[in-house]
Nanobody, 123 residues
């Protein structure tokens, strides 16, 4: 089970760090992705990281502003978000996919999902 946290209210230009934690012993076997969703819209890919952390993938809209990382000892993946914009406002979800899918951007590649954490960026 994945647990996303770290969301909140921040002003434009500010930063937040999201965390995705699990107690599962096979965490290091999975690629982890972050997606976001606003009401009435599809869930969009944000970033992903490979199971051992050597590869990352980002949506064009967040490249250079967001950084995904993981600590397999702590069973946690982080999404450091900087230079936040109002259009980054969404519910952010983390998800796990079998190793080897980090380069794909479809939510359907991911089998396990966390409950979401709300990020609100005010202008």
């Amino acid at each position: 089970q994945l647990q996303a946290s770290g969301g909140g209210l921040v002003q434009a230009g500010g930063s937040l760090r999201l965390s995705c934690a699990t107690s599962g012993r096979t965490f290091s076997y999975y690629d982890i992705g972050w997606f976001r969703q606003t009401p009435g819209k599809e869930r969009d890919f944000v970033a992903a990281i490979s199971s051992i952390g050597g590869n990352t993938n980002y949506a064009d809209s967040v490249k250079g502003r967001f950084t995904i990382s993981r600590d397999n000892v702590a069973n946690t993946v982080y999404l450091q978000m900087t230079s936040l914009k109002p259009e980054d406002t969404a519910v952010y979800y983390c998800a796990a996919a079998p190793s080897g899918r980090w380069w794909r951007k479809s939510q359907f590649e991911y089998n396990y999902w966390g409950q979401g954490t709300l990020v609100t960026v005010s202008s």
